[in-house]
C-alpha cells in the first residue's frame, strides 16, 4: 500500500493521535512545569530545588506506570486507555488548582496526576500508528507526536501571562477545562480509526530486556532525556532570571516548540527514508551545541539555542517509537516502548532536579548547561555506535 493510501485509510488515527498527544500529560503537564515553577516558589516560599521536586516526582511516577500502561494497552487497545487517560488529566489538574495548600499537598497531588494519566502519553497513540501505517510510519508519527509541539508553543505564548493576571490556581483550572472541551472530538476520531491489537501472545518481558538493542537504546535516551528534558523545565526561570518579563520568556520558549514541530515532522520524514541512527546522531550533537550557545552565547544567542534544542525533543520520542515498531516484534511493542519510554522518563525526572540543585549550588544555569551538553555528545556517540554494531551484525 501506498504512503497516501496509508493517510486516506487513517487519517482519523493521524489527526485524533496529534490532538490526543497535545491535550496529554507529555505536553500540557509537562511544558506547563516550568511555567508553574517560580509562581508556586514564590508563594509558598520554595527554593529552586524545592520546586523541582515537584517535575521529579511526577516524571518518576510516570517512569513506574509505563510498562504497566504498555503490557495495557496491548491486553485493552489504545482508543480506551487513551481517553480515559485524558479525563483523568482533566481531573487532576482541576485538583491541583482546588486543594494545593504546600509543598507535602502539591507533591502528593502531583503523584496522583502522574500515576493516574500515564495512559495520555505518547504510547497509545503511537501504538495504533504502528498498527495503521507502514510505508509512510515515520511521517506519520512524526505528525502525531507534533502535538507535543504544538503544548510547547502554545503554553509558553499565553500561560506566563494569565497566571501573571489570574494566578496559579486558575492556571491549573484553564488547563483542565481545555482537555475537557476538545476530548469528545479526540474519542470520535479514534473510535472511527483503526484500531489495532497486538498479535499472537503477549511475549515475556524478560524478552524484550534481553533485547540485542534494548541495553544500548537505554542508555541513550536516558543520556538525551535528562539534558534536554531538564533544560526545558528549567528554560523560564532561566530566562527570567536573566531579565525577561514572564511574557517575553514565555515567547521565548515557544521556538522551543516551534522547533520541535520542525523536528518531528523533519525526523518522521527522514526516518522514512535515511537510517534512524544517523539522524539522530547529527540531531543531538547539534543539541548539543546548542547548549552551549545557550550557556556562553550571551541573550544574543537565546533564539538559535532554542531552536536547535527544540529540534531535538522533536526527535527523541519519535526515535522510541520508531525502533520499538522495527526492532521489537509487534505483540511487543506496548511494553517494549514503555520499558523504554520509562527510562526516558527517568532521565526526564533526573534532569530538572540535578538542574535545580546545580542553580541552588552556583546561583546560575551555565554549569547545568555544560553539563548537558555533555550529555548530549555522550547520546550522539551511542547513537552512532549502535548504527557501527547494526551494520556489523548485518555484514555491510
Same mark, same amino acid.
Given at each position: 500500500m501506498s504512503g497516501r493510501e496509508e493517510f486516506r485509510r487513517g487519517w482519523r488515527i493521524v489527526l485524533g493521535g496529534f490532538l490526543g498527544i497535545a491535550l496529554g500529560v507529555s505536553s500540557l503537564y509537562f511544558y506547563s512545569l516550568g511555567i508553574f515553577l517560580k509562581p508556586l516558589a514564590a508563594e509558598f516560599g520554595w527554593s529552586r530545588s524545592q520546586a523541582s521536586l515537584g517535575p521529579l516526582l511526577g516524571t518518576g511516577c510516570a517512569a513506574l506506570m509505563a510498562i504497566p500502561v504498555g503490557r495495557l494497552a496491548d491486553r485493552i487497545g489504545s482508543a480506551r486507555l487513551a481517553v480515559g487517560s485524558l479525563a483523568l488529566l482533566a481531573g487532576s489538574f482541576a485538583l491541583l488548582g482546588w486543594i494545593a495548600t504546600g509543598l507535602a499537598s502539591f507533591l502528593a497531588l502531583t503523584a496522583v496526576l502522574s500515576l493516574l494519566t500515564a495512559g495520555s502519553s505518547p504510547l497509545p497513540f503511537t501504538r495504533l500508528v504502528v498498527g495503521s501505517f507502514s510505508t509512510a510510519r515515520g511521517l506519520a508519527l512524526g505528525i502525531v507526536l507534533a502535538g507535543t509541539g504544538l503544548g510547547s508553543i502554545l503554553l509558553p505564548a499565553w500561560l506566563p501571562g494569565f497566571i501573571a493576571d489570574h494566578g496559579w490556581r486558575a492556571g491549573f483550572h484553564l488547563l483542565a477545562g481545555l482537555i475537557t472541551?476538545?476530548? *469528545?472530538?479526540?474519542?470520535?476520531?479514534?473510535?472511527?480509526?483503526?484500531?489495532?491489537?497486538? &498479535?499472537? &501472545?503477549?511475549? *515475556?518481558?524478560?524478552?524484550?530486556?534481553?533485547? *540485542?538493542?534494548?541495553?544500548?537504546?537505554?542508555?541513550?535516551?536516558?543520556?538525551?532525556?535528562?539534558?534536554?528534558?531538564? &533544560?526545558?523545565?528549567?528554560?523560564?526561570?532561566?530566562?527570567?532570571?536573566?531579565?525577561?518579563?514572564?511574557?517575553?520568556?514565555?515567547?521565548?520558549?515557544?521556538?522551543?516548540?516551534?522547533?520541535?514541530?520542525?523536528?518531528?515532522?523533519?525526523?518522521?520524514?527522514?526516518?522514512?527514508?535515511?537510517?534512524?541512527?544517523?539522524?539522530?546522531?547529527?540531531?543531538?550533537?547539534?543539541?548539543?551545541?546548542?547548549?552551549?550557545?545557550l550557556a556562553f552565547g550571551g541573550p544574543a544567542a537565546v533564539p538559535a539555542g532554542a531552536l536547535v534544542v527544540g529540534l531535538c525533543v522533536g526527535a527523541e520520542v519519535d526515535l522510541i517509537a520508531y525502533l520499538v515498531a522495527r526492532d521489537f516484534a509487534r505483540a511487543a511493542y506496548g511494553q517494549a516502548y514503555g520499558a523504554l519510554y520509562t527510562v526516558f522518563l527517568i532521565g526526564g525526572a533526573v534532569g530538572p532536579a540535578l538542574a535545580g540543585v546545580i542553580y541552588d549550588l552556583t546561583a546560575g544555569y551555565?554549569?547545568?548547561?555544560?553539563?548537558?551538553?555533555?550529555?548530549?555528545?555522550?547520546?550522539?556517540?551511542?547513537?552512532?555506535?549502535?548504527?557501527?554494531?547494526?551494520?556489523a551484525r548485518s555484514g555491510t
Open positions: 472541551l476538545l476530548l *469528545p472530538v479526540v474519542a470520535l476520531l479514534l473510535r472511527g480509526g483503526l484500531e489495532t491489537s497486538a &498479535t499472537g &501472545t503477549v511475549p *515475556p518481558f524478560r524478552d524484550v530486556l534481553s533485547h *540485542p538493542a534494548f541495553a544500548r537504546l537505554a542508555l541513550v535516551f536516558a543520556l538525551a532525556s535528562t539534558a534536554v528534558l531538564g &533544560t526545558i523545565v528549567h528554560f523560564v526561570p532561566m530566562l527570567t532570571d536573566a531579565g525577561m518579563s514572564p511574557r517575553q520568556a514565555g515567547g521565548m520558549t515557544a521556538l522551543i516548540g516551534l522547533a520541535a514541530v520542525a523536528g518531528r515532522l523533519a525526523t518522521g520524514w527522514l526516518l522514512d527514508r535515511v537510517r534512524a541512527e544517523a539522524v539522530v546522531t547529527s540531531l543531538f550533537l547539534a543539541a548539543a551545541a546548542g547548549m552551549l550557545l551555565r554549569g547545568w548547561l555544560g553539563l548537558a551538553a555533555l550529555l548530549l555528545a555522550g547520546a550522539g556517540t551511542g547513537m552512532s555506535g549502535a548504527r557501527r554494531a547494526s551494520r
